[in-house]
């Protein structure tokens, strides 16, 4: 479905959650992020989770400066790695939900420790969401952010059976689990045991 932009995004001018989740997006140009007035600043909970075309980032990065109490932040799977880096530096440490796209990018060695240190700061994330595809070599970027976790939903992950032992031992405060049947089923097929 195509999306409007003007009727909300100039109207709605107190607006703290846009959540798209349950939709699938097809949005032409992502014209309608540039659509924010600049005094536009009260969003609190931004879902792109379902956006089946790339946003523009640098009007994503423009509204996200903006909104100083953002505290969900859920991509799309467009979103590179240095651009999730870009958000995190702007709203990293106050965020409590996080949603990542694909983990899949080339990141140089500095970029990597960039991301790894800016997970680390993320010490008030309590969601984790997304990772649709990993690089296992990433996976210990984000242990610093999985000690904090209380839920983390990888129902859209292709995450290997032996990543996600990996990345599961990290959670020790878990609470919330969302899988794959499939991910379940491998590891208990292959007497994988993941200690808490």
């Known amino acids: 479905m195509p999306f409007v932009h003007s009727p909300f995004c100039c109207v709605c001018r107190n607006l703290t959650e846009l959540d798209v989740q349950e939709c699938t997006v097809d949005d032409r140009g992502s014209e309608w992020l540039s659509a924010f007035p600049e005094t536009f600043t009260s969003l609190t909970s931004l879902n792109l989770t379902n956006f089946s075309s790339d946003v ?19 991509l ?3 979103i590179t790695l240095d651009q999730l880096r870009r958000l995190l530096l702007l709203r990293g440490p106050g965020l409590k939900e996080l949603g990542i796209g694909s983990f899949v990018q080339d990141v140089d060695g500095k970029g990597m420790y960039q991301i790894a ?3 680390e700061s993320c010490k008030s ?6 990772l649709w595809e990993v690089v296992p070599h990433f996976l210990p970027l984000m242990f610093p952010l ?7 939903n990888l129902s859209d992950s292709t995450i290997a059976s032996l990543d996600f032992v990996q990345l599961i031992s ?3 405060l878990l609470e919330c689990l969302w899988v794959r049947f499939a991910l379940l089923l491998s590891i208990c097929q292959n007497n994988m045991v993941v200690a808490l």
């Open 56 to 74: 523009n980032f640098g009007d994503l990065e423009r509204l996200v400066a903006k909104c100083e109490r953002l505290e969900k932040l859920k």
């Open 76 to 78: 799309n799977r467009g």
């Open 117 to 119: 240190s800016l997970f």
């Open 125 to 130: 994330v309590r969601a984790l969401s997304g």
């Open 146 to 152: 999985c000690s904090n976790l209380r839920n983390l």
């Open 170 to 172: 990290q959670c020790h």
